[in-house]
């Protein structure tokens, strides 16, 4: 059973800065970040594919960027001027079916068959 471990989430103020990583029991080849803010539906953040290219949802480029240590088996989120918008449970997934990968595009849930608990990022004025 592959199990997802997340970290770094807290209290920041807005402008400011956190990292998040996402600990693996596997390799990470294809995985995302998703998070869900209160009354809202979850959505995808970034993802990072087998040959570390990137995908960014237009609401966090050029603020988050993702990456990932393959040695480690460690998936990092950092995430610079933090907005309030930004806070909710941030979420780590991996996607290892070919088939959802064809599927599902990268920032879509339902392609991702592995998933974390969640951390909670909270983002104040």
């Known amino acids: 059973q592959v199990q997802l471990v997340e970290s770094g989430g807290g209290s920041v103020q807005a402008g400011g800065a956190l990292i998040l990583s996402c600990k693996a029991s596997r390799s990470t080849d294809s995985m995302a970040w998703f998070r869900r803010a209160p009354g809202r539906e979850r959505e995808g953040v970034a993802h990072i594919d087998r040959d570390s290219s990137t995908t960014y949802a237009d609401s966090v480029k050029g603020r988050f960027t993702i990456s990932k240590d393959n040695a480690e088996n460690t998936l990092y989120l950092q995430m610079n001027s933090l907005k309030l918008e930004d806070t909710g449970m941030y979420y780590c997934?991996?996607?290892?079916?070919?088939?959802?990968?064809?599927?599902?595009?990268?920032?879509?849930?339902?392609?991702?068959?592995?998933w974390g608990r969640g951390t909670q990022v909270t983002v104040s004025s």
């Open positions: 997934a991996l996607d290892t079916s070919e088939f959802l990968r064809r599927e599902f595009p990268k920032l879509v849930p339902a392609r991702y068959n592995y």
